[in-house]
């Protein structure tokens, strides 16, 4: 079993930035795959980023790449997600999600989920 609590969501204007954190415990975190997901109001829970087990291979959702780098440090048992230069389309609950298997960007592999945590970027 892997406990996740994301923070660092919040209210950031066009082109602003911010770092998400995503907190584990429970099984060792090091041999599991990390991603994060978004889902805006009425919208289905969409793929942003993930990061394998040893932080050799991540991938990215095209509407992310270049402003979004995804990181995790395993002594820590923590996954980052920063987020630059984002626009109103960013706004979203960004939920963290850890799975046993290979980097995957389907949401149905993920078996372990967050709370979520709310950003939302203003025009």
């Known amino acids: 079993q892997v406990h996740l609590v994301e923070s660092g969501g919040g209210l950031v204007q066009t082109g602003g930035s911010l770092r998400l954190s995503c907190a584990a415990s429970?099984?060792?975190?090091?041999?599991?795959?990390a991603g994060w997901f978004r889902q805006a109001p009425g919208k289905e829970r969409e793929f942003v980023a993930a990061?394998?087990?040893?932080?050799?291979?991540?991938a990215y959702a095209d509407s992310v790449k270049g402003r979004f780098t995804i990181s995790r440090d395993n002594d820590k048992n923590t996954v980052l997600l920063q987020m630059n230069s984002l626009k109103p389309e960013d706004t979203a609950v960004y939920y963290c999600?850890?799975?046993?298997?290979?980097?995957?960007?389907?949401?149905?592999?993920?078996?372990?989920w967050g709370q979520g945590t709310q950003v939302t970027v203003s025009s």
């Open positions: 429970g099984r060792t975190f090091s041999s599991v795959t």
């Open positions: 999600a850890a799975r046993t298997g290979y980097l995957s960007s389907r949401r149905y592999e993920y078996i372990y």
């Open positions: 990061i394998s087990w040893g932080a050799g291979s991540t």
